[in-house]
């Protein structure tokens, strides 16, 4: 090999110094203090030194996004953190900082289980006898729960069912029997807990395993305890449609519609299910209230990164996250503000409305005195455990496009053309779009223009439906030029390979682009979270369940305060044409009506800066969330805040300590990552440092360094991602299973970008390298006018 190293970028000298292969020696620093690294260099590639004193080889600057995309790393006005090189026949590229696979790396969060905060499993012996009379119980009260609730069911034109729940969960019937299976061993764990003294928490450790009791439980609720066990896996290449047996030895772990694991033991009132309440059992804050006084509107920009990163992170969420709402016992929607008087007690147990104070600055003026929202359902876990309750998540929870390609057999079939392993998709113009379903979920106001998908929440707005029309684009792309290649291989074989390689070049977009903008490159680097630049990953643990994490979808992936209300229709200068307020395209695709949009769109959220992550949210998301025709909508924080105390997640103080940060005993211990100000707001509004909710002050954290979060969502979503990374067997770049890339296909995979894909699917000419990252003047184009932000 031979070696070089420039200084800095600079387009009129670049002289380069030569830099002798044997003088390079990694600082012992970054040596991730297991083995010490060899020199590097990949094939075709010289070796560098790259900043920092990283061991690198140079390559083009778009395939090095992990760590010139990070604000730190790519600043165009501080060149000297730039280091240019040459490769191949001399073409100009980046030193790119090299990551080979060096063995384990450690988890985020390092303290164990049995050391964490409100772990106490002790378990309580329950006799056949006493779960019989818990049965009993449960089968009485469920029926209770869930068929009384005739006078709280509305119909889908009905104005209530606006806000609960957002879109139609569809009553899957396996949905339906989990949800029942799920409420009916909570009301067995309630009765062990409240008569014997049963320990819910002991499920951590085992607990009492129902499925051990099978013949004393009525048979729709063995039914659905069998299901978990009795799965075979059978081997194949492919991920199975509804995750399972991604796991082989616990089969359910990341499959579909089961329930979601924790961080740490839940806080509900009753240790089982009730709604939380401070630890010393009085109200927490008003939701409303406190979002409208410590949550507030205000604009604060955000230079680093772009709107196109926000959807991006969106559409990660959709993919391995959808906790489903209670419906009524019909499929029919809950109005849970009828009958609602405010307070803590609701007029269903499947409800939780929002009271709104008569107070209230924005919705007294149009007359409003509650939100409407529904509980999360819950799933049994997975041995059918007499446990606190979990709540289920619809999509498989690992990175697999699930959004794209739906988590049912029946529902996948439906989005297939049944040709070519291509996709169904509609043409718009001149635009390939998702296929147009007047039965999806839209507003009336789109007249029957709706577009359907793997996922339901697919027009929620319309940079989701133009992300996820460009994951279908992606496939049908792929299936064309394979079937080019490969002329005898049939529908699914061509389908089932462009869904394995839009994964995997998905999920190399997810660690190598947004991921390290969100938690920056060190950071990941030091965790094991970036992907190898070269040869394989070994680091799948059959023991790590990739589950979604409820701290990680109830409280420290909700981005909602980082999404600018306003959406931007750029030409192909980059220049803004049009502006359009958020709230008049929530449930409506008919801004893709115009073909042309469909480009503007794309070059829009490029060229629009997000908001920064911070407590204060725009308007169109908080007070004018999924409008219709009124004149109003609803509002996320309040519903945020809200969700947080349905799945009752812990303190904020319990998961400051579990993510390495100081406990607080006064208020000032909050003064290392929350400014003096706002710990008076907290302390305004909360009586006590440990009543602190995670959700609002994980928002107010100042950012560590070369990240776009504070610490304690920053170590709950690595923590997250570390699992999706190591407990994914499909892993994009791991190597030593039988349905592994080859070397040379991984090296392909590498070689995509956000900004490829881009070029490659859309009429888009100029596209940024760093398609996340916020454009420089000057970058695209001469004319670039920005976007202003204030
Ligand atoms: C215009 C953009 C967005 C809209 C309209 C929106 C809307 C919503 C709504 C209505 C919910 C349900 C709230 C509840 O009842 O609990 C939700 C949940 C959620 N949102 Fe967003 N959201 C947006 C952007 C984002 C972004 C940018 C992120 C993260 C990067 C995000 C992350 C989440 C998560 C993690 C959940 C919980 C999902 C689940 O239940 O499984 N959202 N969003």
Redesign the pocket.
């Known amino acids: 090999y031979e070696s070089y190293e420039a200084e800095m970028f600079n387009p009129d000298e670049g002289d380069l110094n030569i830099l002798e292969e044997a003088e390079y020696e990694p600082p012992p620093s970054i040596r991730l203090g297991r083995d010490a690294p060899k020199p590097m260099g990949v094939m075709g590639y010289y070796k560098c030194k790259a900043p920092e004193g990283y061991p690198g080889s140079c390559k083009p600057r778009a395939t090095c996004a992990s760590y010139y995309s990070t604000s730190a790393h790519y600043d165009y006005n501080k060149p000297d953190r730039y280091k240019s090189c040459t490769f191949g026949y001399g073409y100009r590229g980046v030193c790119c900082p090299e990551v080979i696979y060096y063995g384990k790396k450690p988890q985020v969060i390092k303290v164990p289980y049995k050391s964490r905060p409100g772990y106490d499993s002790k378990y309580v012996e329950m006799t056949p006898e006493q779960i019989h009379k818990a049965v009993r119980y449960a089968e009485v009260e469920i029926n209770k729960a869930f068929k009384n609730d005739k006078d709280w069911e509305r119909g889908e034109d009905d104005d209530s069912y606006w806000g609960n729940?957002?879109v139609p969960e569809i009553y899957l019937p396996e949905l339906h029997k989990i949800g029942w299976a799920g409420y009916f061993l909570v009301l067995v764990t309630h009765y062990l807990s409240k008569e014997y003294g049963y320990n819910p928490a002991s499920y951590y450790d085992g607990g009492l395993q129902l499925n051990k009791y099978m013949h004393l439980l009525p048979y729709d609720i063995q039914e659905v305890c069998k299901g978990f066990h009795y799965k075979k896996c059978l081997y194949s290449k492919y991920r199975t449609i509804d995750g399972h047996c991604n796991n082989l030895k616990v089969p359910y772990w990341g499959q579909a519609r089961t329930a979601v694991d924790r961080l740490l033991v839940p806080m509900y009132t009753d240790t089982v299910y009730a709604i939380k309440r401070t630890p010393d059992g009085n109200d927490l804050p008003h939701s409303r209230f406190l979002r409208a006084q410590v949550l507030p509107e205000k604009d604060v920009g955000e230079k680093a990164v772009n709107m196109l990163f926000?959807?991006m992170?969106?559409i990660?969420?959709h993919d391995c996250?959808?906790?489903v709402?209670y419906q009524g016992h019909e499929g029919g929607f809950l109005d849970c503000c009828h009958n609602y008087k405010g307070g803590y007690h609701q007029a269903l147990p499947k409800c939780y409305a929002v009271a709104l104070p008569p107070s209230d600055p924005f919705y007294s003026k149009h007359h409003q005195s509650c939100l409407n929202?529904a509980r999360?359902m819950v799933a049994p876990n997975y041995q059918c455990t007499a446990g606190y309750a979990s709540q289920v998540?619809r999509?498989t929870s690992v990175i697999d496009l699930s959004l794209v390609y739906a988590t049912n057999a029946n529902e996948s079939e439906q989005l297939r053309t049944g040709k070519q392993g291509m996709l169904k998709m509609s043409k718009i113009g001149n635009e390939y779009m998702l296929p147009l379903d007047k039965n999806a979920e839209c507003f009336n106001t789109s007249n029957g223009f709706c577009m359907t998908s793997g996922d339901l929440r697919s027009t929620?707005?319309p940079?989701?439906t133009m992300f996820q029309s460009i994951l279908n684009r992606f496939h049908n792309y792929c299936a064309k030029k394979l079937n080019y290649l490969n002329p005898h291989w049939d529908d699914e074989k061509l389908f089932q390979e462009c869904r394995k390689i839009n994964i995997a070049v998905f999920q190399h977009i997810v660690f190598n682009e947004y991921l390290p903008l969100l938690l920056g490159w060190n950071f990941m680097y030091d965790h094991g979270l970036l992907s190898t630049t070269k040869g394989y990953s070994y680091d799948y643990d059959e023991d790590t369940n990739p589950a979604?994490l409820a701290e990680?979808?109830?409280a420290a992936?909700?981005?909602?305060s980082?999404?600018y209300g306003k959406i931007a229709l750029a030409d192909e200068y980059y220049n803004v044409e049009k502006i359009e307020l958020?709230n008049n395209h929530?449930n409506d695709p008919s801004i893709f009506k115009n073909g042309d949009n469909f480009d503007k769109l794309v070059r829009g959220y490029i060229v629009t800066a997000q908001r920064k992550l911070d407590p204060y949210y725009d308007p169109m998301?908080s007070l004018y969330?999924?409008k219709d025709q009124r004149s109003f909508g609803?509002d996320?924080g309040s519903?945020?805040i809200?969700?947080g105390r349905d799945y009752a997640l812990r303190s904020y103080n319990d998961y400051r300590e579990i993510c390495g940060l100081k406990r607080a005993y006064d208020w000032k211990d909050f003064h290392d990552w929350i400014d003096p100000k706002d710990v008076e707001l907290l302390k305004k509004h909360y009586r006590n440092v440990d009543h602190v909710e995670l959700y609002v002050a994980g928002l107010m954290e100042r950012h560590q360094h070369d990240a776009v979060v504070g610490p304690t969502w920053w170590c709950i979503i690595a923590q997250q991602f570390k699992n999706w990374k190591t407990g994914d067997r499909f892993f994009y770049d791991l190597g030593d299973q039988p349905h592994s890339f080859t070397l040379p296909q991984l090296d392909q995979i590498r070689h995509m970008s956000m900004a490829a894909i881009l070029c490659t699917v859309t009429h888009v000419k100029h596209v940024p390298a760093f398609a996340f990252h916020t454009i420089s003047d000057g970058y695209v184009s001469p004319k670039f006018s920005g976007f202003p932000l204030n």
Not at 557 to 560: A, E
């Open positions: 729940g957002v926000v959807i992170g969106q990660v969420v996250s959808h906790t709402f929202l999360t998540n999509q929620i707005h940079g989701i979604i990680f979808t109830a992936m909700r981005c909602h980082s999404v958020l929530y998301i969330l999924l609803l996320i519903f945020n809200h969700r």
